[in-house]
């Protein structure tokens, strides 16, 4: 079957500007998640969902930061008044349940600010 | 909090021989699960192994084993055989019973002919 995708590939943006990034979870996948690549900070997890709910959000790194997830299924993670510090290749996973189960990787999404 | 540390940055093996990857993590928890993620130049995170840390026994998938030494909190990664299409980054992570991977920094492994 399908695994998670994400989208754009890569994203330029100037500073100031909004951006939306996507993910499209594996098919009955119920958890998701949003992890941040960057060479300073390693990999950083950013926000969790269960179903539509996000029971924590402690890792999104400002309030110019945002995430949704409708339907049990599409993810959009929002960043808003983009900074340079906010380059960094964005990782979306999904796993059946959370917790214990494995989590399973998209591609990511460069995101390359000016 | 959790840590987990991959003490070598860069490590290069040539094809065919093995190559073992260190990995140590701290926690108070009892029950956890550890994981070596591979990730290639095109950036998809792939799962290589996963090990639960209630198992005593040593997780395998075909030329890729694990060292699990839960005293030591140690989780090395040992690939038989290379290939050259083992050539990746190698992250170690750790998850308690909640949902959040805590990375290692990553190893940079190449495979040379």
């Known amino acids: 079957g399908a695994g998670v995708s994400q989208s754009p590939s890569n994203k330029v943006t100037e500073k100031g500007k909004d951006v939306e990034l996507r993910c499209d979870p594996i098919s009955g996948h119920t958890a998701l998640y949003w992890y941040r690549q960057s060479l300073g900070q390693g990999l950083e997890f950013l926000i969790y969902?269960?179903?539509?709910?996000?029971?924590?959000k402690s890792g999104l790194p400002s309030d110019r930061f945002s995430a949704e997830r409708t339907g049990g299924s599409v993810s959009t993670l929002t960043i808003q008044r983009t900074q340079q510090e906010d380059s960094a290749v964005y990782l979306c996973?999904?796993?059946?349940?959370?917790?214990?189960?494995?989590?399973?990787f998209g591609p990511g999404t460069r995101l390359t600010v000016l | 909090a959790q840590t987990v540390t991959q003490s070598q940055p860069e490590m290069s093996v040539q094809e065919a021989e093995t190559v073992t990857l260190s990995c140590t993590y701290d926690?108070?928890?009892?029950?956890?699960?550890l994981f070596w993620y591979k990730q290639p130049p095109s950036r998809q995170m792939i799962l290589v192994i996963r090990q639960e840390a209630y198992k005593q026994q040593n997780a395998t998938e075909n030329r890729f084993s694990v060292n699990f030494q839960k005293a030591a909190k140690s989780f090395s990664l040992k690939i038989s055989d290379s290939q050259l299409g083992d050539t990746a980054m190698y992250f170690c992570?750790?998850?308690?019973?909640?949902?959040?991977?805590?990375f290692g920094k990553g190893t940079s492994l190449l495979v040379t002919p």
């Open positions: 926690t108070s928890e009892n029950n956890y699960y």
């Open positions: 996973a999904s796993s059946v349940g959370g917790g214990k189960d494995t989590q399973y």
């Open positions: 992570a750790f998850s308690n019973s909640g949902y959040a991977l805590n």
């Open positions: 969902f269960q179903g539509n709910s996000a029971p924590d």
